[in-house]
């Protein structure tokens, strides 16, 4: 029966949203019932993506949960995003767009030119090598899982290249929220492009975001940083053709790839939502608009349950073995990459800054 074939994710995604109630209840706890603040200073999506980690690795997760964590990790977290969009105040999202571009090309280039120069150093394998750098600069293991049957990167390949992605963006995504707001003074347009650019996987820079926002009260960040990195990761229709060409250089085109599997068609749901919220503005808010205010408000609250849900999956998902037993090249690479893209951006940045504001 076709009801069967859905219900198979049910577990896991009910698991997920247990993480996600503990979070908020951890939380609640800490921040305001011990540490006495009107609003908990903490982050829930840090919680949830800690307390995966550790149920993920001290105990053993049952195959029958492991469906609903994957789509957790993959739907949940695309439509936590796609209701991020009815946050931005109409073409919003126009002011920052501008920046982002060249910011994100800039980003790009100077990683692959330096990721290139110190494989080379290393000697790590070419197509790992190609799988580490569009991780890097594009959106982290979905450009790696778009990337490797065109390059016929094999499955340790693949699963070094996650493992090291994995871990640095886990780090930068721990470490970048508190940095960037102290760094740039809690300018939220400069703090959310950093985010966008300098963190590797979508759901990373969510999370950052989302930490940004709960710890600072800046949901301005939260929306600049998602945007960001929805721009950055429509660079996969550029990158992964070029990659390709670079790859199989001399070689006939492989037959049956198709450039529209790689598009991440969830930035079209988030520019919907962004037109949603230009409509219902435009018609309600003239009459004061008290119920379209509640919706608005209802499906922020959606989109920041979605997130955190994806959060725990992901960390329930994450090996700290594979991670363990990567190596110490790829580790380097991984390493250098992650500090080349956060410099590049905060130069970038203050290059802008300088001549352009």
Known sequence: MVYKKYLV???????????????????????????????????????????????G??????DSFQKGLDFSRDYVLKFGIICLGIQLKPFEFLDFGKIAIPLILICII????????????LKIPTRMAYLISIGSTVCGTTAIMATAPVIKANKNEISYA???????????????????????????????????????????????????????????????????????????????????ILYNRGQTKKKGYSFLSIFPFFVLGFIGMIVLRNIGDNTFLGDGGKNWIEIINFIKAVSKVFLTMAMAAIGLSTNLKDIKNMGHEPFVVGFVAMFTVGIVSIITIEMYIKFFT
């Open 110 to 121: 100077i990683v692959l030119i330096t990721i290139k120069l110190l494989v080379k150093k």
């Open 57 to 62: 690795n001290f105990f053993k997760i049952r």
């Open 162 to 244: 996650i493992a090291n992605i994995t871990l640095f963006g886990i780090l930068s995504m721990f470490l970048y929220p508190y940095f960037a707001n102290f760094y740039f003074d809690g300018n939220s347009l400069f703090a959310g492009l950093f985010l966008g650019t300098a963190i590797h996987e979508t759901s990373q820079v969510a999370a950052a975001g989302l930490i940004y926002d709960q710890q600072f009260n800046s949901p301005e960040t939260l929306n600049i940083a998602t945007v960001t990195k929805l721009i950055r990761n429509t660079f996969l229709i550029i990158m992964i053709p070029l990659f390709a």
């Open 9 to 55: 994710v049910v577990p896991g995604i009910i698991l997920a949203f247990i993480l996600y109630s503990l979070s908020q209840g951890f939380n609640n706890i800490i921040g305001i019932e011990l540490l006495g603040y009107s609003k908990s200073p903490i982050s829930t999506a840090m919680i949830a993506i800690l307390l995966g980690i550790f149920f």
